[in-house]
């Protein structure tokens, strides 16, 4: 099955929302501080990346 290019966005948000939830997840409920700040980084990036995509997204549903 091939996806276009709407499709692929739509797919890689939602992986971007899935990780965002399982870093700020992990970030809660491991002890050692060092992982969880970076967790929290990490959620942080993702929901960055999120955004773009969902940015991108409505420029090309615009067009």
Avoid: P, W
């Avoid at 739509?10 to 992990?26: G, T």
């Avoid at 980084?41 to 929901?47: D, I, K, L, R, Y």
Wanted: charged share 40%; hydrophobic share 35%; net charge negative.
């Amino acid at each position: 099955m091939e996806l276009n290019t709407k499709d692929v966005l739509k797919k890689k948000i939602l992986d971007a929302q899935e990780m965002v939830r399982d870093y700020e997840m992990y970030s809660k409920n491991v002890q050692d501080t060092e992982v969880s700040d970076l967790f929290k980084t990490f959620a942080e990036e993702s929901g960055y990346q999120a955004r773009k995509l969902q940015d991108l997204l409505k420029k090309i549903d615009k067009s």
